[in-house]
């Protein structure tokens, strides 16, 4: 609540329907998101992601809870009333505007005057690189020129935040690599606090200062991308983030004790250990601390191969190994082998 | 020199031509034919008893603004005339202005309830329709005339002493009118609502717009057709109507519709009566430009800086 905070969401519920079909798309979610930063909400389809967007930005109102923008309570404020504003996934533009219209609507609905419209207006258009597209019509744009118009009409009126419903799924891979891009730019040039939305684990990673990871109307983690790559807090964040092994563990002597009896040291704690496949190493039999474990299959990757383990009580786990120069693994199917995971690599997390 | 493609386009324009020939010619006649002799009507002499003579004359026309004095001759401007001609105008106006004020709540309303219902509520909107105009009209007097239903209700009620005189003045038409061609507004509005992207609104609403500022700088500009078309739908025949203000005007409340009959039956002036005919059809015809120019001009540009 100290206004370093751009947006605060305290225990915010929200509930579409009443009584047997009652959907709670939000569920009790608190949430604090700095100045000036790129903050990302990923989840999968459908786990209220959109819908906590809608709140800040003031389309809903929340069924319980407090929404504060730069420390002020704004939960009632129609949307023409706060500070944020919204790029669209389908864009929204005005079809009877033109781009440069567009991009003026807001300042000119503020009642700005003429000169001020027309200046900042200018510089936004040059801002997207659209000045020399600013006298068409929407309808005449590809879709990343709409996209960029969508953006300048968000950031013309100098937000205090501005939110991003999936902007980027519409487009092609190599145009979103191209938009993923500019959006930084645009979001350091400007200093205006992004909330970015995306179901894209990729996307949240190269993108973000922070990310929060939402599952099923719950925040389940917010951290920067590394120690939510690293360091997971539970089994969904961890598997919904980039690929990962799970082995369920007991309390050992000194670490936790695997299915097969071995003992190994993890941080963290919780029943599940979480391992990814590049931390885990393919290591000579007679290695001390190494596992024992017997090769099921190898799949190649271009540079990559993973290796596909089989634990002695039947668990499975997931190797990644660069390929050696000469092409040649030194392993094959059947072959007894042993495994080790990278210092500090294993993680306990909860179910 | 020439390209097989050419060849081609060249010979299914003329197939395409060929094939819709006999639906031109048959709109064509059947546009122009009746208008054509009306045109010429208009240029003959009046008959003694109806009918016409046909030596050329410009009487027709000349009666139009103009009436002779009985006794010396001399032309006077007939004021009767340029009554009935701007009480036409104006009723008409305030026609569209009143269906298009009850008339945009109740499409958008339609437009904005589950696809499912909408086909509902336009077969409601529908069911006038099933009834002779002539019929309804009658309904309409019924309810508004000294011992109609609101008198009697008004009565009953102690509300008023004696009964209002509702019926037979401009206001009855008006009403009448309204009630009419409501729907003529309704349909097309509606055909535009539906196809406006609500999600706009959203946008408009985050980008500081007010209720107004949306309605006027966004709602009213995408559905514009719909506005254009259907105030057309309702202004056109309005000018024209003949039944509703001679039922509920009265005779002393004539529009240009009734005005024109007169003239083919008690009148027997029917050159006046083509020529009145004509009139209406340039009147209309101005109407329609102006309306059309004064639509494209707050139109393309009018979103930002009007
Ligand atoms: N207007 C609404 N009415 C009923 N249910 C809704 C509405 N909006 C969202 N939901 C439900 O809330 C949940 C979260 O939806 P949403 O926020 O759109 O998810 P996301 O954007 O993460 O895909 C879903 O189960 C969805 O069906
Ligand atoms: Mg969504």
């Known amino acids: ?351 | 020199m020439s390209r097989p493609e050419d060849t081609l386009r060249r010979r299914s324009d003329r197939n395409g031509w060929l094939l819709s020939a006999p639906a031109l010619a048959l709109l064509v006649f059947a546009a122009s034919g009746p208008l054509m002799i009306v045109l010429v009507y208009s240029f003959l002499e009046k008959g003694q008893y109806g009918n016409v003579i046909w030596e050329f004359s410009l009487d027709g026309w000349v009666g139009i603004l103009f009436s002779r004095d009985i006794f010396d001759g001399t032309l006077n401007l007939a004021d009767a005339h340029m009554t009935i001609f701007w009480r036409s105008v104006k009723l008409s106006l305030l026609t569209t202005l009143i269906t298009f004020t009850l008339g945009f709540p109740t499409a958008w309303f339609i437009a904005t309830r589950p696809p499912a219902q909408r086909a509902l509520w336009l077969f409601l909107m529908t069911i006038p329709f099933w009834t002779n105009l002539l019929i309804r009209t009658f309904a309409i007097g019924e309810i508004l005339r000294t011992e109609g239903l609101i008198n009697t209700a008004l009565l009953k009620t102690g509300l008023i002493a004696a009964p209002i005189q509702m019926l037979y003045n401009e206001g009855a038409v008006l009403v009448g009118m309204a009630y009419v061609y409501l729907p003529l507004m309704v349909l097309p509005l509606f055909a535009a609502i539906e196809r406006f992207d609500m999600r706009l609104l959203e946008a408009a609403y985050d980008l500081y717009a007010s209720r107004m500022q949306v309605l006027r700088h966004v709602i009213l500009p995408i559905v514009k057709p719909g506005i254009v078309a259907g105030s057309i739908l309702v202004f056109v025949p309005s000018l024209g109507a003949y039944v509703t203000p001679r039922i509920l005007g009265g005779g002393k409340n004539m529009m240009i519709g009734n005005f024109i009959e007169l003239q083919f039956g008690q009148g027997r002036n029917w050159p006046l009566g083509a020529a009145l005919s004509m009139t209406l059809l340039v009147i209309v015809t101005v109407a329609l430009l102006f309306y059309v120019r004064a639509i494209n001009r707050s139109g393309s540009g009018g979103g930002s800086h009007g």
């Open chain 1, 1 to 351: 609540m100290t206004s370093q905070d751009a947006v605060t969401a305290q225990n915010v519920v929200k509930s579409f329907g009443q009584g047997k079909v009652a959907v709670r798309a939000l569920d009790d979610v608190s949430l604090s998101i700095r100045k000036g930063e790129f903050f990302t909400l990923l989840g999968p389809s459908g786990c209220g992601k959109t819908t906590l967007l809608r709140l800040i930005a003031g389309f809903e109102m929340p069924s319980g809870g407090t929404i504060l923008l730069d420390g002020q309570d704004v939960t009632t404020l129609p949307p023409n009333r706060r500070p944020v504003n919204t790029v669209f996934q389908s864009y929204a533009l005005f079809p009877h505007l033109t781009v440069r219209e567009n991009v003026g609507f807001a300042l000119k609905m503020q009642g700005r005057d003429r000169a001020e419209v027309e200046d900042r207006t200018n510089r936004m258009l040059a801002l997207v690189k659209m000045e020399e597209l600013a006298d068409r019509a929407t309808a005449q744009l590809s879709g990343g020129q709409q996209q960029r118009v969508a953006l300048a009409r968000a950031l013309a009126p100098q937000p205090k935040v501005l939110l991003l419903d999936e902007p980027l799924s519409a487009l092609d891979l190599k145009l979103r690599k191209e938009m993923q891009v500019e959006l930084k730019r645009l979001q350091k040039e400007t200093g205006i606090t992004f909330v970015f939305v995306t179901h894209d684990q990729e996307e949240a990673l190269t993108m973000s200062d922070r990310i929060g990871v939402m599952s099923a109307g719950r925040l389940q983690q917010v951290a920067t991308p590394r120690e939510i790559y690293t360091a997971p807090i539970n089994r969904f964040v961890a598997g919904f983030i980039g690929e990962t092994n799970f082995l369920p563990v007991t309390k050992g002597a000194d670490g936790a004790r695997l299915g097969c009896g071995a003992e190994v040291t993890a941080l963290g704690e919780g029943p599940v250990l979480t391992v990814r496949p590049e931390q885990v190493g393919v290591v000579a039999t007679d290695q001390p601390g190494a596992i024992a474990a017997t090769v099921d299959t190898l799949i190649y990757f271009g540079t990559d191969m993973h290796v596909h383990l089989r634990l002695s009580d039947g668990a499975a786990l997931v190797a990644r190994l660069p390929l050696p120069p000469g092409g040649d693994p030194g392993i094959a199917a059947g072959d007894g082998v042993g495994v080790a995971f990278a210092p500090g690599a294993a993680r306990l997390i909860g179910d």
